[in-house]
């Protein structure tokens, strides 16, 4: 994965919002998400786009704070750098595919309605919400707060 440098010209296969956030890297999402080919681009490229608008509404009060500060994009912030990058361009990208992997999920549900097909709807359906807890804890890690799980009785 390449770092992101703001105002550089995007890959095709790279999705940019704000030049504040990294781009998204199409294919890493993809193998990171173990996606096959029955996802298609297109279908990819919807997800991604859904969870980037996602985490950044999320992260809009806390860019401000951050942009108050002079940090022009994400990965000025002061982090320390894991391989090479910014722990916190790192969060941003798990957050977002985490967000995608939900999205994909959600969207492709077999449609197999046997016994075999409703066990694994529930295991789905557990990778789903495993995704969306993904995802609010690189945010949660981003900001700087603390996780929280809470089981209602």
């Known amino acids: 994965m390449s770092g992101f440098i703001a105002g550089a010209p995007v890959p095709a296969s790279h999705i940019n919002s704000d030049p504040y956030w990294p781009s998204v890297d199409l294919e890493t999402v993809r193998a990171a998400l173990r996606i096959d080919a029955s996802v298609t681009e297109a279908r990819l490229e919807t997800a991604v786009v859904a969870a980037m608008i996602e985490v950044n509404r999320g992260l809009a009060e806390w860019r401000a704070a951050q ?42 549900r077999g449609y197999d309605t046997t016994n075999s097909g409703e066990r694994n709807a529930e295991a789905i359906q557990d990778l789903r919400d495993e995704y969306r807890r993904d995802q609010r804890w690189a945010l949660s890690d981003l900001v700087g707060r603390r996780r929280m799980t809470v089981e209602l009785i």
Not at 79 to 103: M, T
């Open 67 to 108: 942009q108050a500060q002079g940090y022009a994009s994400l990965d000025q912030v002061p982090a320390e750098p894991i391989n090479g990058i910014s722990g916190l361009v790192h969060l941003y990208l798990r957050a977002v595919q985490a967000g995608a992997g939900a999205e994909i999920i959600e969207r492709y």
